[in-house]
Each structure stands twice: as C-alpha cells, then as structure tokens.
C-alpha cells in the first residue's frame, strides 16, 4: 500500500480540489449544488453516478475517476471547459477564478456586517472610524493576498 505524503499525494486529490472549488464557484453565484442536482445532471447525460462515488471524488479517496464522458458530462453540469476536469493542469478557469474572488469578497463583506450590527449603541463617529479600519485591514489583505493556485498549495 503507498501511503499518500506531499511527493506521492493521494491519487484523486487532484480531482477533489478542482471538484470542491467548482463547488464553490457555485455557491458564489447563489446555487448551493446537492448531490441529487449532480446524480440527476449526470442520469440525464447517459453516465450515473453514486452518492458513494460523488463522495470519493469529493473527499479524494477511493480509485480516481478517469473515463473521458464522464469527466465531460461532469464538467458541461458546472459549465466549465471539458479540459479543467480531463487534464492534470492546475490553472482555474477564469470564470471559476471570478467567482472565487467573489465569494471571497462576500465572506469579508458579511464580517464587516456583523461587526456593524454587533456594535449597536456606538456613536456614529465611532462607527465609522471602524467602518473604515475594517475597510482598510480587508483593503490590505486583498493587496497583500497571493493567488488563488499559490494559496492552494500550488507554485
């Protein structure tokens, strides 16, 4: 049995980062894709798949999935380019990358409400003054933030 380390990664790790940010992209655009959404996507395209196979692909254990029809079944149902899931390249499709930083954004977003809502009873002045520090902390960290595939663990 290999053991999976940083030179020998588990076989479908690969395959379950681009799943899983796929995923995300998703959700980034208000679509939270269940596993009943995939199964019946990919039942119509003529290549099923089970919730254990769904969760092996997402988790990266179990044998990698390698048919051809399936991968392009798979990527045609998050409408990405039938190569993001077929090849070993680790680049992100534009529209995955957008998305991404959207979510990103909307997560700092929802911080900055919470602060604001937390902070009931300040005056407006003081509200403001710390509208503006989390504005320019979250304003730093977008500056200073390396990309998304270095971020990933990826040079």
Do not use: C
């Amino acid at each position: 049995m290999t053991i999976p380390s940083a030179e020998n990664p588990r076989p479908g790790a690969a395959m379950a980062r681009k799943l899983n940010l796929l995923l995300d992209a998703a959700e980034a655009e208000g679509k939270k894709v269940s596993f009943n959404d995939v199964r019946d996507a990919m039942a119509r395209a003529g290549t099923p798949i089970s919730r254990a196979r769904w969760h092996y692909m997402r988790t990266g254990t179990g044998s990698p999935v390698k048919k051809p029809e399936f991968l392009q079944n798979l990527a045609e149902f998050f409408g990405v380019h039938r190569d993001y899931l077929l090849e070993d390249d680790e680049d992100l499709p534009p529209r995955v990358e957008a998305q991404l930083e959207l979510l990103a954004t909307m997560r700092a977003k929802k911080v900055r409400n919470f602060a604001a809502r937390q902070l009931d009873g300040l005056s407006p002045e003081t509200l403001l003054q710390i509208r503006d520090l989390i504005d320019e902390q979250l304003s730093e960290t977008d500056t200073n933030k390396a990309p998304i595939n270095s971020a990933a663990g990826n040079p």
